[in-house]
């Protein structure tokens, strides 16, 4: 195959690769746009953002798109199926990551760091401040794959309860119960947390309405790792104004990056983070096992992890 990379890839990983796969052709190169050989490339790496319908329309010899993301949102789905190309991506090498990101929030929220932050900065030894334990709470973690589960996983180490929402109901292993997401609202006033975990996809955009947020304790936390789309401006801005809940944790925003100008960043009961929770150090080479085990996979013609069901979205 005659394969091209458009990210940087650090030399241990491009040397991993041509050792263990000699017979293929490789080619890095970061902006794709400067590439003038795309119709000659059998496979593409990327981050999934850099792939246009034009792109595809001069990679004629195109038959495989590992995306080094887990969401496929952006890609062109239509003219992916069109050209029947083969999509995998890296699905399950966030769960960590992600998970430690879940649980910094919701001990941050339960100690209380950032009041003891802000009395710092002012010289103020206050201990009249209540913090509490993540012990015997509830946490409803809305996504039971590879990341939910880590996060339940985690979470259980805290003697926390863990209820898991998906499609189907269907039972898991790593939660203490699974409910159908239809059944959401009846779950939520037992939530001391709620994690969304969700992809984008037509059936999560706009899924969380003010009517959830009502239905939860006014003492709740909501943690947003999932996808922005999952809740609108104004949703967020409503329940933030009028305090339906305690506290809104948002990795990732309805608009990213998030103007400096936007009124999500003037509440005191919104924590926002950059959409970093997926970042860690280790993520090109847990990309790389996958994209390696592929590899092995694709020569002996046997089927891809993580194929991408381009119909359904994910």
């Known amino acids: 195959m005659n394969i091209l990379f458009t990210m940087a890839i650090p030399t241990d990983l491009k040397q991993k690769q041509e050792q263990q796969f000699p017979e293929h052709t490789y080619n890095y190169i970061e902006d794709i746009a400067l590439y003038e050989n795309l119709a000659e490339i059998d496979c593409i790496v990327s981050y999934g953002s850099d792939i246009t319908e034009a792109v595809l329309e001069k990679a004629k010899g195109l038959h495989w798109l590992m995306v080094f993301s887990a969401g496929v949102e952006e890609l062109p789905h239509a003219k992916l199926q069109e050209k029947n190309i083969i999509v995998t991506n890296v699905r399950g090498i966030h769960a960590i990551p992600m998970a430690e990101f879940t649980m910094a929030y919701m001990l941050s929220h339960v100690k209380k760091l950032s009041d003891f932050a802000s009395n710092q900065a002012k010289s103020n030894w206050d201990r009249s401040i209540e913090t509490v334990e993540l012990a015997e709470q509830t946490v409803v973690v809305i996504g039971t794959g590879a990341i939910g589960s880590q996060i339940s996983y985690l979470a259980q180490v805290f003697q926390m309860n863990v209820i898991g929402v998906n499609t189907s109901g269907k039972p898991s292993k790593a939660f203490d119960k699974a409910i159908a997401i239809e059944n959401l609202k009846d779950i939520l006033p037992d939530a001391d947390f709620v994690v969304s975990v ?16 009502e239905a939860m304790k006014k003492t709740a936390a909501f943690i947003n790792i999932g996808r922005g789309s999952a809740v609108s401006e104004e949703v967020l801005q409503e329940v933030a104004k009028q305090q339906l809940i305690d506290h809104l944790y948002l990795d990732v925003t309805p608009i990213e990056p998030l103007p400096r100008d936007h009124a999500l960043w003037t509440f005191p009961n919104i924590t926002i983070t950059p959409h970093v929770s997926a970042l860690s150090s280790k993520y090109l080479y847990r990309s790389f096992d996958i994209w390696l085990e592929n590899m092995e996979k694709f020569q002996k013609k046997e089927p891809l992890l993580n194929t991408i069901n381009l119909k359904r979205g994910y």
């Not at 984008?200 to 309405?209: P, R, S, V």
């Open 198 to 213: 969700l992809p984008e996809t037509k059936g999560t955009i706009n899924l969380y309405q003010r009517a959830q947020f």
